[in-house]
């Protein structure tokens, strides 16, 4: 021990910038205590005899020597945890102020008229320093709990907690999406067998985008070799950008893989007892489309393919209504047009409950009823200046500008002006741009090569306008 109190009078001198060195201190790893930063507790004589020498060093070393002159099987108390050492103990506002004024040679009675502006009984400041010390007691405690690698339980609530903690650990080890649907590259979640409602997938046979079954030349599901169509309703960026952890994108050869170590999110890895061509993952809307073949309707993808699945314009219904016309009007000589309007534009209003008006383009019918901020009230007046006309609101507006500027007309600032590029010359960016992100990088399917052939008809997303970039200024 006294070797390990010289040696950490050593190691503070040879420090640029040493801590504040108590001469007592215990140098670490000696194996003497629990804890760095330990001190012996020197008697109060030799403490006043000690602080005459000149320098630290000197003081550690007479520390050193009271140590060795102790007879043979003496016991030296140890002060563990000390304030300032390496390892000080948890401090509470009530045990730091008193160690502030500690040192000050403040007395307790001062100490307590300090705390809550002097509310405190001798009772209750009694009841702090109780508290104080024991928050010292039970940290030494817990050093020596950790020392032996025992844990602060008792015995029949260890098996409890310790059952609880492995849920919670299992629960943790999987992640959140744990497949990618095969049709539509919707994330999914939970299990297959989940009837809960936590679970968003299915498992189903392959199929192309078509909704066709693909097979092998014996027969069998074509799981592994068959490129899934969830990777042509997005361009291959995407996929690295969304799911870095997953998949990654090669700039130079628009190719997109499979990390290494990683299996295929959209293959069911485990078989589906009674359903052995189950070997896909989809998603419910994708699994009641294409797999249960439900009559229900569904919501169509946002691609260019899908636009005949919309819900046709009014210009389209015109136009539909315009041939109809005109192949009555060939077969029929009898039925009249009127001349003052475009034929077919009336059916196609009834179809939109709309009205024609006489150019041709829809209006809101004549008995549909207005908007409330339209309607005056029943005494004719209106409830605030927001309704009344513009006229109304405007004029004196500007006028009242007019005044306190001293000028008569409200002139309105010009923006700065900024060279923005034509839309030609945007049009040519993004062609640019789609050409790039669109490149087939050649051969088959495969793990390191997902999408060969990119479908920009299928893509639903935009990568050559990167509408995400923009923000306002």
């Known amino acids: 021990m006294a070797c390990a109190i010289e040696r950490a009078g050593t190691a503070q001198k040879n420090i640029k910038q040493p801590r504040h060195v108590f001469w007592d201190e215990i140098a670490p ?19 006043c005899e000690l602080q005459r020498l000149p320098t630290a060093e000197d003081k550690c070393r007479a520390v050193a020597d009271l140590i060795r002159r102790q007879p043979v099987g003496a016991h030296v108390p140890i002060w563990q945890h000390a304030i300032e050492s390496k390892v000080p103990p948890p401090l509470t506002e009530e045990t730091a102020l008193i160690l502030q004024h500690s040192k000050r040679g403040v007395c307790a009675e001062d100490i307590a008229m300090k705390w809550h502006k002097g ?11 109780l508290v104080v010390l024991w928050d010292a007691l039970f940290f030494a405690q817990c050093r020596r709990w950790t020392k032996r690698t025992v844990a602060n339980l008792k015995s029949d609530e260890v098996p409890q907690i310790g059952r ?78 969304e799911a870095p952890e997953m998949f990654e994108w090669e700039e130079a050869t628009n190719k997109l893989k499979l990390k290494a170590g990683r299996d295929e999110p959209w293959i069911m890895h485990v078989a589906v007892p009674g359903e052995p061509n189950a070997t896909w993952k989809y998603c419910s809307p994708c699994y009641g489309r294409w797999v249960k073949k439900s009559n ?107 005044e306190a500027g001293g000028e008569d007309e409200f002139v309105v600032p010009e923006p700065p002006a900024q060279k923005r590029p034509t839309v030609e010359e945007y049009q040519a960016i993004w062609d640019s741009k789609l050409a790039f992100y669109s ?21 639903q997303d935009a990568p050559h306008v990167r509408i995400n970039k923009y923000s306002s200024t």
């Open 296 to 402: 229900k309707a569904f919501i169509t993808y946002r691609d260019k393919a899908s636009q005949h699945n919309l819900r046709p314009s009014w210009h389209e219904l015109v136009r539909k209504q315009k041939r109809k016309a005109d192949e009555m009007e060939s077969s029929s000589q009898s039925q009249s047009q009127d001349q003052t309007t475009e034929p077919g534009a009336n059916a196609a209003a009834q179809l939109f409950g709309l009205d024609e008006n006489e150019g041709g383009d829809p209006v809101l019918a004549a008995d549909s009823p207005a908007f409330d901020c339209e309607k005056p009230d029943t005494d004719g007046e209106y409830d605030n200046a927001l309704d009344l006309p513009l006229e109304d609101t405007v004029t004196p507006l500007l006028d009242g500008l007019g």
């Open 119 to 129: 509310t405190l009984t001798q009772e209750q400041y009694l009841d702090k320093l």
């Open 29 to 47: 790893g000696s194996g003497l205590v629990d804890g760095d930063g330990d001190r012996v507790v020197v008697e109060e004589k030799d403490w």
């Open 164 to 241: 609880h903690f492995l849920m919670g650990v299992d629960v943790g080890s999987e992640p959140i999406f744990n497949g990618l649907c095969s049709m539509c590259a919707t994330l999914l979640h939970g299990n297959h067998r989940d009837q809960t409602g936590n679970s968003n997938w299915k498992p189903g046979p392959p199929m192309d985008r078509h909704g066709e079954p693909l097979r092998t030349a014996g027969g069998g599901p074509n799981t592994h070799d068959a490129q899934p169509p969830c990777f042509l309703r997005f361009s291959p960026k995407l996929f690295a950008d």
């Open 439 to 459: 490149r087939p990088s050649g051969g088959y399917f495969a793990f390191d090569n997902l999408c060969p052939r990119p479908s920009v008809v299928l893509w």
